[in-house]
């Protein structure tokens, strides 16, 4: 049964779980599960700041997002003023009214202006015990990663010191065995994806990937385990009027997806640091290699961030996207005040108009559900590649 | 296409200020500034017509270097900001801007260059050089200009935090940033030339701080909004005679007044400490409404106060790196907002003994605005009102004269019942 339409999504329990676990965050029964076993919880607010050493210490990482949803940013307007993105500003108003009052610590890293911003006024005005910011450099050179190698270390010693438990070689190897089975099944995932009837819609998935950052990654690959021998097996595959691929800020609200799919477009593949940025690239550990040092050049060498240099890698990674998922179209969506995604637009806009595919520019404010005139913009663009096709 | 038309409209606006310069205080040191902005943009009006090469760079950015291997700066959100405040196109500009496909919310600067460029009112640099020093517009408006401008370009890296480790890692950034020039020009790094830039740094800032000092002084012996000029030296004469000279007039200008007790108590009101950088195309503007309210701004800490430093001309490429770290801007703005910071700009407030505090919110602002609660909040723990003002550098539609007026008469009549 192929559903064109998009409007019935496959209810496989293991998604109303991810669901529930989404719609409980940050209080949802997993973190705080873990953290009755008297184990710390770190938050982090950035794909830069590796996850694996607070695996490796005992520990549960949890990224730090903001509601998700539309609301009122009061405080976040008034900590943060109007014009940092709304992302920084929901996560910081969700720390100030104490959602994440059960935080051992926080670590960020200096990738951009609204990041930093918003570790600066985290640690300023919330009691979290512990803080680290780690200087992400720009570039990639060897000195780059030799700098940034030297940030992750004293980030172990620190967590190190504040838990008074020693991060051994053999809980790194662990950690990274962890972590890259999580990326290993949600590459399997995103395969399922490529297909031209695929079992999942782009919203379903963005709830798998959202939860995968939001409970302990044991438990989360267990579960994605069994919903991928479903979907391998479902009867219900979807294929929609286009194939999309959405690209820019962060988003971690799946409605903005589903607003997309009730049109008919299909989303099947993303450059989201919530997404594929998260999971794309394996931390690969060199014959000899201390571990650490794998996973810092993972983490500064995987698929970049507009905030990186050179651009270029982040767009020719997005055209290799649009060709292995057969992509129609690119929605790009940029938060209000997320700068150094809005500076690459002109660029993005030139590399899609050469290689042909039709692209979207939609500006956004974190946890948009992507109604009223969003979902017009969509619909017309969605027009405009069948009349272009015809 | 590059026609050039509006850099000879900027050496004639500044030629034209000089010959109506009205005898006062500082009429020395004005002309001299206007000469000095004329001289930078001369030499880069003839740069092609004299086989100069032109190097586009952003603020903050270590012109030194450029100085050393004789090559022309072109520094990037100044010269937008003169464009705003001396032909008054910002709305071509930024129209421009947008046609390229910049949003509204980049840092206007940044699209009014943009604009600049593709609408050939600057010629095309050689090369474009920037850093994240200080903020993603810096960091990110680079390639956008290699591409209009068809040209090369070199992206510094400048490392967030403060220590041995990351200003090694500055050092070989401009190594590689020296060979791309001297790969790129042909011109060879003159490193006896660096460490005399360097040498004359540490008098820049030296004068700079005697100048700080004279400041301190109640009533103070500078003008109202006389740091705006005072920005200049370093933001295109770092450790140029251009500089030294300006300084040192200036200084000298304001120990005359404070010897022959030239001074007016009664002129100055109120002393404040000014965040940010208030609009440029205001600067008229808010002179007279100071002037009207007795209001002085006698520090600045995010721009003209420098802490002290002494650099080592022997080893200049080091110096230019640390240098980067002790630029107000730079010290207060990048790198962890901590205690220390917060200590600063509170002791600052303290040791000028200032009323008030005006912050300028430019919107395209992002990371500075994001300072405005805490800064805030320090200050008034230190019983030091502080007011925000919505605004843009060059853009005047984003919020009106008279509601900018409005904000700060009020501001000043609080301060006159305190």
Known sequence: MTDTTIISPNNLPEIEYFHSINRAFPGNSEIMDFKAQGK??????????????????????????????????????????????????????????????????????????????????????????????????????????????????????????????????????????????????????????????????????????????????????????????????????????????????????????????????????????????????????????????????????????????????????????????????????????????????????????????????????????????????????????????? | MTTNNKLSSIVQSCRVIRKMSQPGPYQKSDELYYQNLSTYYTRLLKARENGGFIAAHTVFFPAEILYAMDIVPMHTEMTTWLMALFLGEQAELLSAGAEVGLAAEICSPHRGLAGAFTRGYLPHPDVMLWSNLICDNTAKSGELVMKLCNCPGFFLDHPFQHNNEEVSYLVNELKSMVRFLEEKSGHKMNWDKLSEIVARTNQQLALTNEINELRKLVPSPFAAQGFLKLLLADYLFPGQPEAIAYLQQLRDELKDIVREKNLNPSLEKHRLMTLFIPPIYMTSYLDRLYLKYGAVSVVEPMFTKWTKAEFNPSQALKSVAEKSYVIPESHVMYGPLNENVIKYVVDSARDYQVQGAVFWAFLGCRHACATIKIFKDALNEAGIPMLAVDCDIVDPTVNPEEEIGEKLERFFELLDEL
Not at chain 1, 243 to 249: K, P, T, Y
Request: proline share 4%; charged share 25%; net charge neutral.
């Open chain 1, 40 to 390: 710390k919880v770190f938050g982090w607010l950035c794909t830069y700041v590796p996850e694996e050493l607070i695996v490796a210490a005992g520990a549960l990482p949890v990224r730090i997002t903001g509601y998700g949803r539309e609301t009122d940013l009061d405080d976040g307007n008034a900590y943060l003023y109007i014009n940092n993105c709304s992302f920084s500003r929901s996560c910081f108003q969700r720390g100030l009214r104490g959602d994440y009052s059960f935080l051992d610590g926080v670590v960020g890293g200096s990738t951009c202006d609204g990041a930093r911003r918003l570790f600066d006024v985290w640690r300023r005005y919330i009691n979290t015990p512990f803080y680290q910011v780690l200087t992400v450099p720009r570039k990639t050179t060897d000195d780059a990663q030799a700098l940034y190698l030297s940030q992750v270390i004293s980030f172990k010693q620190n967590l190190e010191e504040f838990l008074g438990f020693e991060i051994t070689e053999q809980n790194l190897l662990n950690a990274v065995e962890l972590c890259n089975e999580t990326r290993g099944l949600l590459k399997k995932l995103y395969e399922l994806r490529k297909r031209l009837e695929t079992p999942i819609t782009g919203a379903q998935t963005l709830e798998i990937l959202t939860a995968s950052f939001r409970m302990p990654k044991a438990s989360f690959n267990a579960k994605l385990k069994h919903l991928l021998v479903a979907l391998e097996n479902s009867p219900v595959t979807y294929k929609g009027r286009a194939r999309l691929m959405l690209v820019g800020s962060v988003m971690d609200n799946p409605e903005f997806l589903q607003s997309i799919e009730e049109t008919g477009g299909l989303v099947v593949t993303d450059e989201l640091c919530t997404s594929t940025r998260y999971w794309s690239d394996p931390v690969i550990i060199n014959n000899g290699e201390p571990v650490i040092n794998a996973i810092a050049h993972r983490y500064l060498s995987n698929f970049p961030c507009a905030r990186m240099y050179p651009s270029e890698e982040r767009f020719d990674r997005i055209m290799a996207l649009c060709r292995d998922f057969k992509v129609d179209g690119v929605i790009s969506q940029i938060i209000r005040y997320c700068v150094p995604y809005a500076h690459d637009v002109p660029l993005l806009n030139d590399k899609m108009k050469a290689a042909k595919i039709p692209l979207l520019n939609l500006d956004v404010e974190y946890g948009s559900s992507g109604s009223g005139q969003i979902r017009t913009r969509v619909q017309a663009f969605l027009e405009m590649m069948e009349a272009h096709k015809k």
